[in-house]
């Protein structure tokens, strides 16, 4: 399992430091299932990704659409059981605890940097 660290490189702040990288079927499968919280500074960033939904979860989410050079396109809040937008210039989405994107700054068009810990 790949951990990442996520920044947003055009505010110079962190969004999380314990970043699940769901690159293959399994894992973007899984996604959040079964978890039972995030916790500030985790997440889960799902690549290649358009869509997310909230079916089965337990608490609503923050989530980050980003394009292929991860600049920021979309927010939203992810209710649980809810479906959020189909975004066809998404590359990826990253699900944050709430109140990360509002303390981060993050904002559409910004640019975000993930790197492996």
Not at 23 to 38: A, N, S
Request: hydrophobic letters at 40%; a positive charge.
């Amino acid at each position: 399992m790949t951990i990442l660290h996520v920044k947003n490189i055009s505010k110079q702040t962190h969004l999380g430091t314990e970043i699940i990288l769901a690159d293959c079927f399994w894992l973007r499968l899984k996604g959040l299932l079964g978890t039972r919280e995030l916790k500030q500074g985790q997440g889960l960033l799902l690549t290649p990704c358009k869509i997310v939904h909230g079916f089965g979860m337990r608490f609503p989410v923050e989530a980050v659409y980003l394009n292929r050079q991860q600049q920021v396109i979309n927010i939203i809040e992810l209710a649980p059981g809810r479906c959020g937008p189909f975004m066809t210039s998404a590359w990826g989405v990253l699900e944050l605890p709430l109140g990360t994107v509002s303390h981060s700054c993050t904002e559409i068009g910004d640019f975000l940097q993930s790197t492996r810990t």
